[in-house]
């Protein structure tokens, strides 16, 4: 196998290619350093076939759309990324060929609720779910310890101890370490039952930069332009959820609300349709067209995505526009079709 660290940072992109074919796949490369890729890329003499977000990154723009659009990659991720434009949506145990390598992927959720691990021939990539000495936050963007713990515990120190394990990030030059050596040496995780690890990852205490949300919200909803102006942090908190079957009821009572969908037109009639009656309006298309929905304002809206990401930040921005009544669907469409209720396409 082909297989380099791209980087030489603290955040990290793995290429890995198959030497016979040379088919290649690119693991969490960043917008900034695209150009280096190509170059690489070419050098090598790859055909890029994959770029792999191992989960929704808040700390710098993911580079996977530009080298989507720019040499035709497919782009995958967990069923649960909140993006529009994946092309492949991934699950637990599913193999990804490149050419005559088999990534096997683990769906390790927690610092994220789309993390994955991708495990290949010696190695495995953990994202930022399991670091070298340490993990990765799960104090914000659906981050849940409990879970973090579960994915490392039951299945990644269900691997061979020996397995090399590369993390998407390192903050004190490590290039990586072994699943023995984590399980060993890991001052989070050694000796530390799941409690314990749930009261020391909600107490870390770690400041949430303006600067990351930004570069969350842009990899969420692929706007990379400024066309959508993101609502801050504390404005996000403040939305109102509600569950699939709460709406469900809702839909049903004497007095629906306005079911307003703001994914691209290819979701909406795509593989997990829409709620029946309900109206599009892509969030990039939001801001523009508030006129349309000013008859709304007093009344209930409630927003709905894919994953329940994207209709937080519209939420969000009706509610500043002075829409008084605005909820987000928890879940969005994948909820709403895990719970089988009625869809149209
Ligand atoms: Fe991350």
Redesign the pocket.
């Known amino acids: 196998m082909l297989f380099h660290e791209l980087n030489r940072g603290k955040c990290k992109t793995y290429l890995l290619a198959c030497p016979e074919t040379r088919k290649a796949a690119l693991i969490d490369p960043i917008k900034d350093k695209v150009d280096r890729y190509l170059a690489v890329l070419a050098y090598y003499g790859c055909q890029l076939d994959l770029v792999i977000d ?6 710098h723009r993911t580079g996977t759309w530009d080298l989507r659009d720019l040499l035709g990659a497919r782009v995958v991720m967990h069923r649960r990324a909140p993006a529009p434009h994946i092309d492949v949506h991934v699950d637990d145990g599913q193999q990804l060929p490149v050419g005559n390598l088999r990534i096997t992927v683990l769906y390790t959720p927690g ?2 609720p789309d ?1 994955i691990s991708l495990c290949t021939e010696d190695r495995v990539f953990t ?2 779910t399991l670091l070298i000495r340490g993990t ?2 799960a104090d914000f ?1 659906g981050g849940d310890p409990g879970a973090q713990y579960d994915s490392i515990t039951h299945k990644l120190f269900a691997l061979p101890d020996e397995t090399l394990v590369f993390p ?2 390192d903050y004190r030059g490590h290039t990586h370490s072994t699943i023995g050596e984590e399980k060993r040496l890991n001052p989070r995780l050694a000796g530390r039952a799941r409690e314990a690890y749930v009261e020391l990852m909600n107490n870390l205490g770690l400041p949430l930069p303006d600067k990351i949300q930004e570069a969350l919200q842009a990899n969420q909803s692929a706007i990379e332009d400024d066309s959508v102006p993101f609502p801050s942090l504390p404005q996000l908190s403040q939305v109102r959820q509600v569950t699939a079957a709460e709406l469900q009821a809702r839909i049903g009572s004497g007095a629906p609300p306005l079911l307003l969908d703001v994914r691209e037109p290819d979701e909406f009639q795509g593989e997990l349709g829409h709620i029946p009656r309900s109206v599009l309006v892509p969030l990039q298309e939001l801001s523009g067209r508030t006129a349309e929905l000013a008859p709304y304002k007093e009344q209930d809206v409630i927003v709905i995505c894919r994953a329940g990401v994207r209709s937080a930040t519209a939420a969000a921005i009706l509610t500043g526009l002075g829409f008084e009544h605005v909820s987000n669907l928890k879940g969005g469409m994948l909820d709403w079709n895990d719970a089988g209720l009625p869809v149209e396409r």
Request: charged share 20%; net charge negative; proline share 0%.
């Open positions: 191992t989960h929704t990154h808040a700390d610092h994220t993390s994202g930022d990765g936050r963007a998407a990030h």
